[in-house]
């Protein structure tokens, strides 16, 4: 007996438009055309390489008083492997995103944090043998804090 993969991450929203931008225009990730049309709640579903994010808005997220629903508690972060840190960083900086990074010397990992609009933290998480070469990783400024940012 074994678990092979996690399939889907989903994420609740009281904003879907914003949520939508974010996971588009700054993780870059592509919708999904096929969510199903019967759910009924709004929502996007995006692509990661056989793993998505599902985006659920509306009382179906948060149920009629804008309350996590029974059995909703939040997602504390999710971490996603990534290449090229040095122009993650850029990126996230060009799009006014906040971020803190990491260094984990231990594991030869560096680590960028950042929020999405429901202040879900993401962690992109760089193995240092992957980045192309020159790559300076994190810069000392804007550390990571467990359970501080």
Do not use: C
């Amino acid at each position: 007996m074994q678990i092979k993969d996690i399939l889907h991450v989903a994420i609740k929203t009281m904003d879907l438009e914003a949520t939508n931008k974010f996971y588009a225009e700054v993780l870059g990730l592509k919708v999904d055309p096929n969510r199903p049309e019967t759910i009924p709640a709004p929502g996007t579903w995006f692509d990661f390489v056989g793993t998505q994010i599902h985006v659920i808005a509306g009382p179906a997220a948060y149920g009629e008083t804008d309350q996590n629903a029974y059995g909703g508690g939040n997602i504390d972060h999710f971490a996603v492997r990534a290449v090229g840190y040095d122009a993650w960083r850029a990126h996230l900086e060009k799009h006014g995103v906040d971020y803190r990074q990491n260094n984990v010397r231990n594991l030869n990992q560096w680590q960028i944090f950042l929020r999405d609009p429901n202040g879900i933290v993401i962690e992109l998480q760089f193995l240092v043998k992957d980045e192309p070469p020159g790559s300076k990783g994190p810069d000392g400024t804007k550390q990571y804090r467990f359970g501080y940012f």
